[in-house]
């Protein structure tokens, strides 16, 4: 059984399948759900199924178990399905105040509910959350690893660690993934280096920073996201900063859209793509010439926390507009249409095979848009594009992130 807080979702659900397949551009059929395409097209697979057996599991007439469990863990939560679904449509174009069904949060409720009764989260993912509670963050990694990347920053770019003694205008919070994964922390390292070159006050928590909670929040261990959220919210607060910089499209969506629930974060808060784009138009930042001769094609996949659930879709292309040697071209859908990655939800750590399936799905549109770097601002899409790529063997020549292009364009 299901709370009674389920009833009104459940019954706006309209069965008329727009969760299934769209007319997008150039009035082709596109592809909405990333577990139905790549996964199995069976009828729970994808968001109408899902409200189905969600509303059985209201009604009391299907019983929770562990295969029911693993369906609705089995989602990106990506919110393709509530971009176009009739019920959610009207709230996001403006037409109505009231959100009738939203398949993203319906889901995260489903899961937080399949936590309460015993069937969640499943076990590749409890092994994250006893590390945020051990650790404070998801990898079994020791707390003292966090800032390891400073060993290999360049002595000329001072990163300082802010606290009651050292004040900054700027906090800037790599998060979990991009600290501990060698193989992004260039993400880190290259934010650093564009605040230093464009003369901004910043720091960071160093080893005091904390996970977001975005990964509890998400797989619906909701005790353990409250204890994240107020103890942040706490601790940012208290640094007297005036902005909140991220990489992670995760942590972004999990502080401006989640956090609030439990507290107010008193600092503006921006993505690395919104602060830079803004450095930009300041003329903060000092670009080489442009060079036609030694031109790259690139596109931008949008991150779902980033793109489709914050709807920051501009912000990167300016950047990537006013970069020298970089022609931009667009892979469809794009925007608020654009395809997951596939790594997002959970379903990276709980079915690895399947989310570098649904990568390599990506990665073929960037091959059909004739790009020779796909680039994005996500460091969990760059680890899942960048790892189907290297399977794939394709033209796609690069998966960057951003932050790499305007590194090379100083």
């Excluded at 950047?319 to 859908?333: A, F, N, S, T």
Aim: hydrophobic share 35%; aromatic share 10%; proline share 4%.
């Amino acid at each position: 059984m299901l709370p009674e807080k389920f009833r009104k979702p459940l019954y706006f659900c309209m069965r008329d399948g727009y969760c299934r397949v769209m007319t997008c551009h150039e009035l082709r059929f596109e592809k909405i759900c990333p577990i139905r395409e790549f996964e199995s097209t069976w009828e729970y697979r994808y968001s109408r199924g899902k409200c189905a057996i969600a509303r059985g599991l209201y009604e009391g007439e299907i019983e929770l178990t562990e295969d029911v469990a693993e369906i609705f863990y089995m989602c990106t939560l990506c919110g393709n399905c509530r971009e176009h679904c009739i019920a959610y449509y009207s709230f996001l174009k403006g037409f109505s105040e009231e959100k009738n069904l939203d398949t993203v949060e319906l889901f995260e409720e489903v899961r937080a509910e399949l936590v309460k009764q015993g069937f969640g989260p499943l076990k590749q993912h409890k092994a994250f959350t006893k590390s945020i509670v051990n650790y404070e963050n998801p990898y079994q990694q020791p707390r003292g690893g966090r800032t390891r990347w400073l060993r290999t920053m360049s002595k000329d770019v001072k990163v300082k660690k802010i606290g009651k003694a050292d004040h900054a205008d700027v906090l800037y919070y790599p998060g979990c993934t991009a600290s501990y994964n060698q193989e992004i922390q260039s993400v880190v390292r290259n934010t650093c280096i564009i605040l230093e070159k464009a003369r901004i006050n910043f720091g960071i928590l160093g080893n005091d920073e904390r996970c977001c909670g975005s990964i509890a929040k998400r797989i619906g261990d909701l005790e353990l996201f409250e204890r994240q959220a107020k103890a942040n919210i706490e601790m940012i607060n208290e640094l007297g900063v005036e902005t909140v910089v991220t990489s992670c499209a995760g942590c972004y969506k999990t502080m401006k859209q989640d956090w609030p629930e439990f507290g107010e974060l008193k600092p503006r808060l921006a993505h690395t793509v919104e602060f830079v784009a803004e450095l930009m138009k300041d003329n903060k930042l000092k670009l080489k010439k442009d060079d036609k001769d030694d031109e790259s094609v690139v596109t931008y996949h949008d991150p779902c926390h980033l793109g489709r659930h914050s709807r920051v879709f501009d912000p990167p292309r300016e950047i990537l507009d006013r970069l020298p040697g970089v022609k931009r071209v667009e892979m469809y859908p794009t925007r608020e249409n654009a395809f997951c990655c596939g790594a997002g939800g959970g379903v990276m750590s709980g079915f690895p095979d399947l989310a570098v399936k649904i990568a390599s799905g990506k990665i073929d549109k960037a091959i059909e848009a004739n790009a020779d770097i796909l680039v994005s601002a996500c460091p969990f899409c760059l680890t899942n594009l960048g790892q189907a790529n290297k399977i794939a063997k394709t033209q796609v020549k690069e998966v960057a992130d951003i932050t790499d292009l305007v590194i090379r364009s100083l």
